[in-house]
């Protein structure tokens, strides 16, 4: 298996795949690697030449510089897993300094608003992080297809954007959520929960399902009320939102309108933070 954590090498390997017109097909992570990235390298490399995944804990996108010290790192494991689906895998596992240069900033975008949303607004910058390395790495990697989990639902729509607004040839691929056996979204965040919070956090599921069920003769406002009175009586969880927004720009519903809807929720569960969403129609 090819491992590279600089760019260099990496771009010169990719280049001979170039010449030779193989499909790259590219899996961005940030490590930690569970069912849900390996189910997004499979389908990589089901429908490309050669599959490239990046493993970096990028340093500009966590608002909290807790959240960033404590994010797994666990490159050796996560090189293992991904032998599992194929030995053909490139490694990019790049250093900070490798990729921002001494200069760990993030640029500053405008995704038409959809930054200003959920995450954006509970997470200052984190979007900017965000659009700064994706598009360092797609610059570095030029792969065909790129592939996202939808659990991060307003990511992938933003990734969507910084391709259309910097015309980046690459085509992003949505990809469905992978759910533990409890229903809860699988996330490298889920290591630091205790069997006993993961048993608690299928609440977060179940009552994204309810809220689902509720919005077939409810309004959007009725079931936001429902949500928030189902997390008030459980304590041990903090809520950051919830809320049921359009697909296409995130804003949030007030009517029902001829457009597709999906239910999102951010909380803490002792001190980590989870995210999910469910489509509502
Ligand atoms: O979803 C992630 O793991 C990260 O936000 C990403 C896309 C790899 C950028 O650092």
Do not use: W
């Not at 992938?156 to 910097?166: A, G, N, T």
């Not at 759910?179 to 299928?202: F, P, V, W, Y």
């Not at 003769?217 to 928030?228: F, M």
């Not at 999102?264 to 980590?272: D, K, Q, R």
């Amino acid at each position: 298996m090819l491992i590279f954590n600089n760019k260099a090498g990496l771009t010169k390997v990719l280049s001979d795949y170039r010449n030779v017109k193989t499909t790259i097909g590219f899996v961005p992570t940030m490590g930690a690697l569970h069912a849900g990235h390996l189910s997004l390298l499979e389908r990589s490399v089901r429908e490309n030449g050669v599959t490239v995944i990046s493993i970096f804990v990028n340093p500009t996108q966590f608002n909290n510089p807790e959240d960033l010290e404590k994010y797994p790192r666990t490159l050796e494991a996560d090189v293992e897993k991904i032998k599992t689906v194929s030995d053909d895998i490139i490694v990019f596992a790049p250093t900070v300094n490798e990729m921002y240069d001494g200069n760990t900033i993030s640029a500053h975008f405008s995704f038409d608003g959809l930054e200003n949303q959920m995450e954006g607004a509970f997470r200052p910058g984190h979007f900017d992080g965000v659009g700064t390395i994706v598009k360092k790495l797609f610059e570095i990697v030029q792969p065909a297809n790129a592939y996202f989990g939808e659990k991060d639902f307003q990511q992938l729509q933003i990734v969507k954007k910084l391709v259309e607004k910097e015309k980046l040839p690459v085509h992003v691929v949505g990809c469905p959520i992978t759910r533990e056996e409890n229903g809860l979204a699988m996330s490298s965040r889920n290591q630091r929960l205790s069997t006993g919070e993961k048993d608690a956090a299928a609440f977060i599921y179940q009552t994204l399902k309810e809220a689902r069920q509720r919005f077939e003769n409810e309004s959007p406002a009725e079931v936001t009320a429902y949500v928030y009175d189902a997390f008030a009586a459980r304590p041990e969880f903090t809520m950051d939102y919830f809320e049921i927004a359009a697909e296409d720009d995130l804003k949030p519903a007030t009517v029902k309108e001829n457009r597709k809807y999906r239910a999102f929720v951010a909380v803490f569960l002792s001190n980590v933070r989870l995210i999910d969403n469910i489509s509502l129609n």
